[in-house]
């Protein structure tokens, strides 16, 4: 078999000579071509196939893969979302929370179960923190009777067919791509879901007849560079300090324009750096509370000066008692058949604490709970997304929705760090 092991490496070198072993050569180079192209597609495939849908810049073609890799429909799929979102209690509602199984829908939409209001939930189940902790907060909400369909905002197909078997009456607008500093990493998954996606969740609500009523979560982010505290919803949000906060201040606007063009009845909601149990891993009270637990060091910003970062922390109980009544005073939509009829309801809250605390004051309180003594390396903030001071003035969220949060720090996080430690366990599942 000297013969095979004579052909050059560059294809373009092998002479066509009228020789018996000839034709086995070419046969031979083709067969490996061919061999190699399947290999090279095989691994394109499976490149896209499994590559998070937060991962790409381009939206167009992520709302096409989602279209393309998620299978839905048929009797079975349409009897659990109709059961999902059954309304059970008298004048209840029938709601379609997006981002579900984050950490916010999870608590609402539980919360909208357990007083006989309808929910289905939709969520693409994206790998920007631990999957496995959303798909065991999907586990729990089956549990209480949510069902949680598995797909992407941008699916405008998917959407229009969830609209299709139910009339939702409202929308809770949770999913986005959360997180500040991770957006130097991966701009394009902003734009994919609190932008693109928001639009698409806009479309479809207002083409539906009858209009739903919309909630959704914008960001306490909006005030970025301000210094006036307490930040209130009528100071400018023109100086954003990431961009994800643009894109949530972006979100107001086009908020905006869908409620004046379409007649859609939309509440966004400023949420204050929420916590509490099944919280997001990116987060510093989550993360500090695993670094200290592994005797890692964890990084305490202070601002210039020896300046105190402070941050008004919100327990997730509290917000969901804001979003629930945002939801019970939405008014409705007006608008039918892609038209408005009359003016609609639009509103901004913050849903905040009013007092915020230092983060070193954060780091002493899981110290306390927590019994370990934690490693702590005091370093300048980073001008790269986070901002020194954040403190909600909630006077309007008080007088429009009866919002009064009633858990300190100190209460929330100690209802954290029991469900931390009972989660994870005795470093059976480990926090990553
Ligand atoms: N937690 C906070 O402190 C805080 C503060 C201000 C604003 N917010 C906003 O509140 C909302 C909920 O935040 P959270 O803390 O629960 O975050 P989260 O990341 O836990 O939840 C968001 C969920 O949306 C899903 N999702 C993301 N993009 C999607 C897409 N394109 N299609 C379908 N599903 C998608 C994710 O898989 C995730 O489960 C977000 O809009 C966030 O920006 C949160
Ligand atoms: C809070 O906002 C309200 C308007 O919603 C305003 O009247 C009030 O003065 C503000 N409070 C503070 C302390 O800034």
Same mark, same amino acid.
């Given at each position: 078999?000297?013969?095979?092991?004579?052909?050059?490496?560059t294809?373009?070198?092998?002479?066509?000579?009228?020789?018996?072993?000839?034709?086995?050569r070419?046969h031979? +180079?083709?067969?490996?071509?061919t061999?190699?192209?399947?290999?090279?597609?095989?691994l394109i495939?499976?490149?896209?196939?499994?590559?998070?849908?937060?991962?790409?810049?381009v939206?167009?073609?992520l709302?096409r893969?989602s279209?393309?890799?998620?299978?839905?429909?048929?009797?079975?799929?349409?009897?659990?979302?109709?059961a999902?979102a059954?309304?059970?209690?008298?004048?209840?509602?029938?709601?379609?929370?997006?981002?579900?199984?984050?950490?916010?829908?999870t608590?609402?939409?539980?919360?909208?179960?357990?007083r006989g209001?309808?929910?289905?939930?939709?969520?693409?189940?994206?790998?920007?923190?631990?999957? +496995?902790?959303?798909?065991?907060?999907?586990?729990?909400?089956?549990?209480?009777?949510?069902?949680?369909?598995?797909?992407?905002?941008?699916?405008?197909?998917?959407?229009?067919?969830?609209?299709?078997?139910v009339?939702?009456?409202h929308?809770?607008?949770?999913?986005?791509?959360?997180?500040?500093?991770?957006?130097?990493?991966?701009?394009?998954?902003?734009?994919?879901s609190?932008?693109? #996606?928001l639009?698409?969740?806009l479309?479809?609500?207002?083409?539906?007849?009858?209009?739903?009523?919309?909630?959704?979560?914008?960001?306490?982010?909006?005030?970025?560079?301000?210094?006036?505290v307490?930040?209130?919803?009528?100071?400018?949000?023109?100086q954003?300090?990431?961009?994800?906060?643009?894109?949530?201040?972006a979100?107001?606007?086009?908020?905006?324009?869908?409620?004046h063009i379409?007649?859609?009845?939309?509440?966004?909601?400023?949420?204050?750096?929420?916590y509490?149990?099944?919280?997001?891993?990116d987060?510093?009270?989550?993360?500090?509370?695993?670094?200290?637990?592994k005797?890692?060091?964890?990084?305490?910003f202070?601002?210039?000066?020896?300046?105190?970062?402070?941050?008004?922390?919100?327990?997730?109980?509290?917000?969901?008692?804001?979003?629930?009544a945002?939801?019970?005073?939405a008014?409705? +939509?007006?608008?039918? #058949?892609?038209?408005?009829?009359?003016?609609?309801?639009?509103r901004?809250f913050?849903?905040?604490?009013?007092?915020?605390?230092?983060?070193?004051?954060?780091?002493?309180?899981?110290?306390?709970?927590?019994?370990?003594?934690?490693?702590?390396?005091?370093?300048k903030l980073?001008?790269?997304?986070?901002?020194?001071?954040?403190?909600?003035n909630?006077?309007?969220?008080?007088?429009?929705?009866?919002?009064?949060p009633?858990?300190d720090?100190?209460?929330?996080?100690?209802?954290?760090?029991?469900?931390?430690?009972?989660?994870?366990?005795?470093?059976?599942?480990?926090a990553?």
């Amino acid at each position: 078999m000297k013969h095979i092991d004579n052909i050059p490496s560059t294809p373009g070198k092998v002479k066509m000579e009228k020789s018996p072993y000839n034709r086995l050569r070419i046969h031979f +180079s083709l067969a490996k071509l061919t061999f190699w192209s399947f290999v090279f597609l095989g691994l394109i495939f499976v490149f896209f196939y499994r590559s998070p849908a937060s991962t790409s810049p381009v939206s167009s073609d992520l709302s096409r893969r989602s279209l393309r890799t998620n299978s839905y429909g048929g009797p079975d799929w349409e009897k659990r979302i109709k059961a999902s979102a059954k309304v059970r209690s008298r004048n209840g509602i029938s709601v379609l929370v997006t981002g579900a199984a984050g950490f916010v829908g999870t608590h609402v939409s539980v919360a909208l179960k357990r007083r006989g209001d309808g929910v289905l939930g939709l969520d693409n189940f994206n790998e920007y923190y631990d999957p +496995s902790l959303k798909r065991a907060r999907q586990a729990l909400l089956e549990r209480t009777g949510v069902h949680v369909v598995e797909g992407d905002i941008n699916d405008a197909t998917l959407l229009k067919k969830l609209f299709d078997i139910v009339p939702f009456s409202h929308v809770m607008h949770l999913a986005a791509q959360a997180g500040v500093r991770y957006a130097m990493e991966n701009p394009g998954s902003y734009v994919h879901s609190n932008i693109a #996606g928001l639009v698409n969740v806009l479309e479809i609500c207002k083409s539906v007849n009858p209009q739903p009523a919309i909630v959704w979560a914008s960001s306490s982010s909006v005030y970025g560079l301000n210094t006036k505290v307490p930040f209130s919803e009528k100071d400018r949000t023109d100086q954003p300090a990431s961009l994800y906060a643009a894109t949530k201040k972006a979100g107001e606007e086009i908020a905006h324009t869908y409620n004046h063009i379409y007649g859609l009845s939309l509440t966004g909601l400023r949420f204050f750096t929420v916590y509490g149990p099944w919280g997001r891993p990116d987060m510093a009270y989550f993360f500090f509370t695993r670094d200290i637990l592994k005797g890692k060091s964890i990084p305490i910003f202070e601002a210039a000066n020896h300046g105190t970062v402070a941050r008004d922390f919100t327990y997730i109980d509290d917000i969901v008692k804001g979003c629930l009544a945002a939801l019970d005073t939405a008014e409705k +939509s007006t608008g039918s #058949g892609g038209k408005k009829k009359d003016p609609a309801q639009l509103r901004v809250f913050n849903l905040g604490n009013t007092s915020p605390v230092p983060v070193s004051d954060l780091v002493s309180i899981l110290e306390r709970l927590l019994k370990v003594k934690a490693k702590r390396l005091v370093m300048k903030l980073p001008r790269n997304g986070d901002v020194q001071f954040t403190h909600a003035n909630i006077s309007s969220a008080h007088k429009e929705l009866g919002y009064k949060p009633t858990t300190d720090l100190q209460t929330g996080l100690k209802k954290f760090v029991r469900w931390y430690l009972n989660y994870y366990g005795n470093g059976k599942k480990s926090a990553q």
